[in-house]
């Protein structure tokens, strides 16, 4: 695999920050620097993982002028706020999912980076896994013949702690932009277009984000989508993708590394295999840097928008506000 050749800044030092550290580390690299709330959590994390600077002030990361890629990783509902300054500083930036509250949002963000030339990407595995890109070169041959549907799952069993994250409406907690973000960008992967056609429904947590949903869609090619939704009903990572002569299955799809065809015509079973899970942040890092280089785009903004296009409309549709939305 190949070294990084950035100096990246991660703001944020939480769960994902440590993934992302540990990447740096099996690319025989180390991020170059580290921002965070608290400066003592910072400091610590700098310390575990070798990091030559820490800033004393989260904002001093978009005036270092060393900085070349930042990821983002802290609340979904902050996001906005550093993704303006970094790409207004030239900054190319990486940023966790959901990477933003919604599609008004998004398009500040994505105007701001091609006014200043910046690369801007979600941290969505998904789209950077090897299987999935295999899985799609077979799709392409033809074989499976035309896409007719897709059934997803995503349900997770969180106690039920309206103080928790995941009910806390301030911070843009609820299953859509949690979990839903997942799921619908697996779906947008197989589609050959955007949904045009959306039907949901909710159930609210006590705390007024949605606890559960369930949402079909359609496409102009009339290809559709089921898509389950739970933060308090564990249910399994599975996607199921349904062709004419055969469909994919996929298991813990997230960071996915193998995937099951079954074809129709004799029930004959083909496992497709590619890449690691383990080194799922990695992959992402060096997709990011080749896009940073222009000698590749596999960032897919695009259907980053798609789905967040999705997301808001979905939640505008039920009425359901954040705080920053009011």
Request: proline content about 4%.
């Amino acid at each position: 695999m190949a070294k990084v050749k950035y100096r990246w800044a991660t703001l944020g030092c939480g769960v994902i920050g440590h993934q992302l550290a540990q990447a740096m580390r099996r690319l025989e690299g180390g991020l170059y620097s580290v921002a965070n709330r608290t400066q003592e959590k910072a400091e610590a994390f700098a310390a575990q993982y070798a990091i030559p600077k820490v800033y004393a002030r989260m904002e001093d990361v978009f005036d270092d002028p060393d900085v070349d890629i930042i990821y983002i990783s802290t609340p979904h509902n902050t996001h906005i706020n550093y993704l303006l300054p970094a790409l207004s500083a030239g900054k190319h930036v990486l940023c966790e999912k959901s990477i933003t509250l919604n599609s008004d949002e998004l398009a500040q963000a994505v105007a701001c980076a091609r006014e200043h030339g910046a690369v801007l990407a979600e941290a969505m595995t998904i789209y950077h896994m090897p299987v999935y890109r295999r899985l799609r070169e077979i799709i392409a041959s033809g074989s499976l013949g035309p896409l007719r549907m897709i059934q997803m799952n995503f349900g997770s069993y969180k106690e039920y702690d309206m103080k928790n994250r995941f009910f806390n409406r301030a911070l843009a907690g609820g299953a859509m932009l949690d979990i839903g973000v997942y799921a619908l960008s697996f779906v947008r992967w197989f589609l050959s277009s955007p949904p045009t056609e959306v039907l949901s429904q909710v159930k609210y947590a006590p705390t007024g984000v949605d606890e559960q949903a369930s949402i079909l869609l359609k496409n102009r090619e009339e290809e559709m989508a089921a898509v389950t939704l739970s933060l308090h009903a564990k249910q399994p990572k599975r996607g199921t993708v349904v062709f004419d002569r055969g469909y994919i299955e996929m298991f813990e799809y997230p960071r996915g590394e193998k995937a099951l065809i079954t074809w129709t015509a004799d029930g004959r079973t083909e496992e497709v295999a590619a890449g690691s899970t383990a080194e799922a942040l990695c992959y992402e890092v060096l997709d990011m840097e080749a896009a940073a280089a222009g000698t590749r785009n596999d960032m897919h903004l695009d259907y980053t928008m798609d789905v967040m296009d999705l997301m808001t409309k979905i939640r505008r549709s039920w009425g359901m506000k954040y705080p920053e939305e009011e």
